[in-house]
């Protein structure tokens, strides 16, 4: 069974950065592709990065230039630079496996707010 544990959200001003991780147990982490969502209040949650199991990575475009996503296969981690933040990047952000599979149960989430 896969268990996820993301943290690094917080309060920060806009323009601000957060650096979010997540740690993946129970599975082969590296034999597959990862990824970070959100979801807002009131809206759907949303795919904000992807990466491969060979580290190549791809961005909405909302965030395309502000967030980097990583992942360190011997820690089983996935992280998530966020830099420039704005108040509609203010989510729960999740991770999981990339949306070509079936996602695992997801975890509790780390809440991120942008706000002055």
């Known amino acids: 069974q896969v268990h996820l544990v993301e943290s690094g959200g917080g309060l920060v001003q806009p323009g601000g950065s957060l650096r979010l991780s997540c740690v993946v147990s129970?599975?082969?982490?590296?034999?597959?592709?990862m990824g970070w969502y959100r979801q807002a209040p009131g809206k759907q949650r949303e795919s904000v990065a992807i990466?491969?199991?060979?580290?190549?990575?791809n961005y909405a475009d909302s965030v395309k230039g502000r967030f980097t996503i990583s992942r360190d296969n011997s820690k089983n981690a996935v992280y998530l630079q966020m830099n420039s933040l704005k108040p509609e990047d203010t989510a729960v952000y999740y991770c999981?496996?990339?949306?070509?599979?079936?996602?695992?149960?997801w975890g509790q989430g780390t809440q991120v707010t942008v706000s002055s």
């Open positions: 990466i491969t199991r060979g580290s190549i990575t």
């Open positions: 129970g599975s082969i982490f590296s034999s597959f592709p």
């Open positions: 999981n496996v990339g949306p070509t599979y079936s996602f695992w149960d």
